[in-house]
């Protein structure tokens, strides 16, 4: 026997040996030839960059239509010259010519295709609203008639209930509008408000609009909204690119809306008469929609919502039907944190999971490949139409659609040239696709696994996985490399010494070699699940740290448990689902199994006491390092199984970039020398960003809004300080606060405060004097002549605070008095006081204030100075605090003013004004809210004092800078600053 295994590996390396002697390569082609393979991928790179080059200015306002559309037939022409004299060079034989004309010609098309982008709509598409608003045609400060019908079903979120719907018709009332009436086409984003009366609840739920209902409704349009900060993610301009919705709009209440039928089988509206324009066929869509509505019914049967196994049923609708919400915040966290929440997003994964359970079924059904291909096809676009976020999911169906055409066509596969293909065809389609995070994220995963992955793989751990298959062929040995033949030689003398030591396996000759292979396959297996998910985490850790802010080490091991949890998820969920659509007492028993399997998939996110190292949050990188790693990440993909030296350094290269990349050890952006307030625009809430002369920063409040009704109809929380104020921190590289102050102990202060003691090291926390029952056990009212009955002790300020004890964060409690240097600056404390007088009570009374609780007697008040100049920060004070601060002696005159109260009515009276004596008001607002808008008596008050005006909800974030006695102030929306002296600021 070992005469013969010696004699066979002897005949092996003859062969290899002659094998190179005849230059027929014995490993896997390499990157050149790869890229040889795939001219779609460059080509669909240069059109990319075209597109990139003709980006219009995010800042700047919506083109005029001369400039771009004029500029079109220019880029066409540079386009088609470069185009035919790329052919021309082709005949001639010059084909590095002709391969960069081909190129210059598609950069030249995705430049045209960008700028005819930003002109797809007809002149009655709701896009073009604005301009009749502009002219005094409609005025939509008032509730509007709007006529349309329903292309999406309405799905409950914690404001109430959204739907799409196609407009075709709007009407406007009242004197100032020049145009009463207007059809119109194009996507409006709906919502149903929360209603809080039993009475008006069962009306919304009587209502019921479905899909295809065409409606009218009395609703109050407004353009998307968006937080106008450095860093904010520009949520208007993605829903206008990406989504075509240029205006949403409220419903207040099911009696401002009216359903006028459904949309019959010809496509018409029974009242309406006709189809709004580009509205999809109708029985294929309602179809689809009917098919998506009955399989989201089988799974609420299944997993009832309200029972624990809701979960279940939430996570399935993500992760079958793109339908994401029913989830609630705490699993989106859970699986953000530990680097698994792209499984809750139906993207390639998910797509090629299905293809390959579609595929190994059909195997069993011993079908041809061409059948296979056929069929597989067929099925992933029929899942892609059910798919409600279908954006990932056709980027996926695309690559893999591509890849099985191929295959049809008997043509060979090379996956680059799909992944070319369909960015391709994504990007002729929608350019504006290149700029959205999932698009980035879907193509770059792609790629990484295409370009880099399967390449390790196959020089790595596949040979030896192909070496088990059929253990005892002697005959297949000579196909593989020496490595993986002389592997099969040492499997096969293992497996004699067991079968020369047990007589049973000599019987049993393959039982022996499973003994050897299955371990064997399992170790083999589990080293390439954890290559790949290590190459994917490696490759992909910069567009986490840019778009998300994310470092996740946990993910690499769990990435890897999780693709076969993910495969048997599928596996169960489909057909259970399917079924229980179909005989719902059938599925019983399937879903109990398909519990057990999610308590799988749960139990990989179920990590409370995770190392912070595993799994934390990280700045932006400077663009240098971003460059860098990317640039390393090509290089080393190029040179994979070419260039080993290149390899080896490019891949160094980019783990020195990644740990840049994952440490941050850079400056934050700061100056020095000056005293910069910057007041965030926050919509609602209170946000002011410090940075002293030392740079010791200061954050105070964190845009809390509060408001108890976002948790009616749904489980999702939106948070202030990880949608506003964590990216700001983030874009100028913040990665620790010196000083967080709170500035209230209610709801609405302390909203917001708790993501951000999550996402940065804090030094310490400042608060006004404790509310009663803070950090005492039992929250309890007090009252009584001492400080803390001026506040009553929420759960959400108690939580915080055992936040703070958690992490050892000192917490110190100040009041009106104390002055201390800070940062190079002055610190005074002017409120609250260290008595104050309680308000609508008596003194010593055992029961407790109910007006106590809307008040703000415990709102920090700070004056932060500097070699002349101060500013105050006012919190959230009321009227009676401000007179009272008027009639002290504390000094208050300041140069910079953050007016209390979003300039309410009572606030900023003409006493406390003469008192402070400002030259710059800084007011948080928010747009189209009258409850958070300033009052125009208010507003008159400031300017009669002398003081220039700035809002958040028209300038975008307010940044103050003093610099001893000079002053200089620039916005968001103007980027230009005003300096002493220039005619933005008032003169004294």
């Known amino acids: 026997m070992q005469q013969q295994l010696k004699m066979g590996a002897t005949?092996?390396?003859?062969?290899?040996?002659?094998?190179?002697?005849?230059?027929?390569p014995c490993v896997p082609a390499d990157s050149a030839i790869r890229v040889m393979k795939a001219p779609l991928l460059a080509l669909a790179a240069c059109f990319a960059l075209g597109i990139a080059l003709a980006r219009p200015d995010p800042l700047a306002s919506h083109p005029t239509v001369a400039d771009p559309v004029r500029a079109v037939p220019v880029l066409l022409g540079c386009a088609a010259?470069?185009?035919?004299?790329?052919?021309?060079?082709?005949?001639t034989r010059r084909q590095l010519v002709a391969t960069v004309l081909a190129l210059a010609g598609f950069v030249f098309a995705g430049a045209a295709g960008m700028r005819l982008f930003e002109f797809r709509f007809p002149p009655s598409h709701v896009s073009h609203l604005g301009g009749y608003v502009g002219t005094g045609g409609i005025d939509l400060s008032q509730p509007v008639r709007l006529d349309g019908r329903l292309i999406s079903d309405p799905q409950r979120t914690p404001y109430g209930s959204q739907f799409d719907v196609e407009a075709t018709r709007l009407e406007a009332e009242g004197p100032r509008n020049r145009l009463p009436a207007l059809l119109v086409s194009g996507k409006v984003r709906l919502r149903l408000e929360a209603v809080e009366d039993s009475e008006s609840l069962a009306a919304a739920e009587a209502l019921e609009p479905k899909y295809g209902d065409f409606i009218s409704a009395e609703v109050r349009l407004r353009r998307p909204q968006v937080y106008r900060n450095p860093g904010s993610f520009d949520f208007r301009r993605w829903m206008e690119s990406i989504e075509d919705v240029y205006w949403v709009g409220n419903i207040r209440g099911a009696p401002a809306i009216e359903r006028r039928g459904r949309l019959s089988p010809d496509g018409t509206s029974p009242g309406a008469g006709h189809r709004g324009p580009g509205a999809p066929p109708a029985g294929v869509a309602s179809l689809t929609?009917?098919?998506?509505?009955?399989?989201?019914?089988?799974?609420?049967?299944?997993?009832?919502?309200?029972?624990?196994?809701?979960?279940?049923?939430?996570?399935?609708?993500?992760?079958?039907?793109?339908?994401?919400?029913?989830?609630?915040?705490?699993?989106?966290?859970?699986?953000?944190?530990?680097?698994?929440?792209?499984?809750?997003?139906?993207?390639?994964?998910?797509?090629?999971?299905?293809?390959?359970?579609?595929?190994?079924?059909?195997?069993?059904?011993?079908?041809?490949?061409?059948?296979?291909?056929?069929?597989?096809?067929?099925?992933?676009?029929?899942?892609?139409?059910?798919?409600?976020?279908?954006?990932?999911?056709?980027?996926?169906?695309?690559?893999?659609?591509?890849?099985?055409?191929?295959?049809?066509l008997y043509r060979e596969q090379p996956a680059l040239n799909a992944i070319g293909l369909a960015a391709l065809a994504l990007l002729a389609a929608r350019p504006a696709w290149l700029f959205e995070t999932g698009f980035d994220l879907s193509f770059s995963a792609a790629l990484l696994i295409a370009g880099l992955a399967v390449p390790i793989l196959e020089r790595t751990t596949e040979p030896y996985r192909r070496a088990l298959w059929r253990l005892d062929a002697v005959d297949f040995d000579p196909s593989l490399e020496p490595?993986?033949?002389?592997?099969?030689?040492?499997?096969?003398?293992?497996?004699?010494?067991?079968?020369?030591?047990?007589?049973?396996?000599s019987r049993h000759p393959a039982a022996a070699e499973a003994l050897v292979t299955a371990p064997t396959r399992a170790a083999v297996w589990t080293v390439n699940m954890l290559l790949f998910s290590a190459v994917l985490q490696f490759g992909l850790l910069l567009p986490m740290a840019k778009t998300f802010h994310r470092v996740t080490y946990a993910g690499i091991g769990l990435n890897a448990l999780a693709i076969p949890v993910m495969t048997l998820v599928l596996a169960f969920a489909l057909p259970t689902t399917l079924l229980g659509a179909r005989l719902p007492a059938l599925a019983v028993w399937p879903a109990k199994a398909l519990a057990l399997v999610m308590k799988g998939l749960f139990a990989l996110t179920d990590f409370p006491n995770l190392p912070r190292w595993l799994s934390y949050r990280v700045p932006s990188p400077p663009e240098w390092a971003a460059w860098g790693f990317s640039l390393s990440i090509v290089a080393a993909a190029c040179a994979l199984g070419r260039q080993r030296r290149v390899f080896w350094g490019s891949l160094g290269a980019s783990g020195a970039f990644a740990i840049l990349i994952s440490l941050h050890p850079f400056r934050p952006q700061l100056p020095t020398g000056v005293v910069e307030v910057t007041a965030l625009d926050c919509g609602g809430g209170d946000g002011v960003f410090v940075v002293l002369p030392d740079r010791t920063t200061m954050l105070v409040g964190a845009c809390g809004r509060g408001g108890a009704a976002r948790e009616r109809f749904g489980k999702r929380r939106w948070?202030?300080?990880?949608?506003?104020?964590?990216?700001?921190?983030?874009?100028?590289?913040?990665?620790?606060?010196?000083?967080?102050?709170?500035?209230?102990?209610?709801?609405?202060?302390?909203?917001?405060?708790?993501?951000?003691?999550?996402?940065?090291?804090?030094?310490?926390?400042?608060?006004?004097?404790?509310?009663?029952?803070?950090?005492?056990?039992?929250?309890?009212?007090?009252?009584?002549?001492?400080?803390?009955?001026?506040?009553?002790?929420?759960?959400?300020y108690e939580a915080l605070l055992a936040k703070t004890r958690e992490r050892r964060i000192p917490v110190r409690e100040l009041s009106a008095g104390e002055v201390f240097p800070l940062g190079g600056a002055s610190v005074r404390i002017l409120w609250p006081a260290a008595s104050v007088p309680v308000a609508n009570g008596a003194e010593g009374s055992n029961r407790p204030s109910r007006s106590r609780r809307s008040r703000n007697d415990d709102s920090l008040v700070l004056r932060i100075s500097i070699a002349g100049s101060s500013v105050l920060l006012t919190g959230d004070i009321d009227e009676r605090v401000e007179q009272e601060l008027a009639r002290s002696a504390l000094p208050l005159a300041s140069e910079a003013l953050k007016v209390a109260r979003h300039g309410a009515r009572t606030s900023s009276g003409p006493e406390f004004l003469a008192r402070v004596s400002p030259r710059i008001a800084i007011l948080s607002a928010e747009s189209g809210s009258p409850r958070r808008s300033p009052s125009p008596a208010t507003l008159e008050r400031i300017r009669a004092a002398g003081a220039r005006i700035f809002r958040t909800d028209t300038d975008g974030a307010v940044t103050v800078e003093m610099r001893g006695a000079s002053l200089s102030v620039h916005t968001f929306a103007t980027l230009a600053p005003a300096r002493q002296g220039d005619p933005y600021l008032p003169s004294r």
């Open 11 to 24: 005949r092996t390396r003859s062969i290899h040996k002659q094998l190179e002697r005849k230059g027929t």
């Open 81 to 91: 010259a470069c185009l035919l004299a790329g052919l021309v060079m082709l005949r």
């Open 289 to 408: 929609e009917r098919a998506r509505r009955r399989l989201l019914q089988s799974i609420d049967r299944l997993y009832p919502p309200w029972l624990p196994e809701g979960r279940d049923g939430a996570v399935l609708k993500a992760v079958l039907l793109g339908d994401r919400s029913s989830l609630d915040s705490d699993t989106i966290e859970d699986f953000r944190k530990v680097g698994l929440y792209h499984l809750l997003v139906i993207a390639g994964l998910h797509v090629g999971l299905l293809a390959m359970l579609a595929e190994a079924l059909l195997r069993l059904l011993r079908l041809g490949e061409s059948w296979r291909s056929g069929l597989v096809l067929l099925f992933l676009l029929g899942f892609a139409s059910l798919v409600e976020q279908r954006a990932p999911t056709l980027r996926a169906t695309l690559m893999i659609c591509a890849y099985l055409l191929a295959r049809l």
């Open 483 to 505: 490595r993986a033949a002389q592997f099969r030689l040492d499997l096969r003398a293992m497996a004699a010494a067991l079968k020369a030591r047990v007589a049973w396996l």
């Open 719 to 796: 948070d202030p300080g990880e949608e506003i104020v964590s990216p700001y921190l983030w874009q100028r590289g913040v990665k620790k606060l010196d000083v967080l102050v709170l500035t209230g102990s209610n709801d609405t202060h302390v909203d917001g405060v708790a993501a951000v003691l999550e996402n940065f090291s804090v030094g310490e926390v400042w608060q006004g004097a404790a509310p009663a029952g803070a950090g005492e056990g039992p929250i309890v009212y007090r009252t009584g002549p001492r400080n803390d009955s001026a506040a009553v002790s929420s759960p959400a």
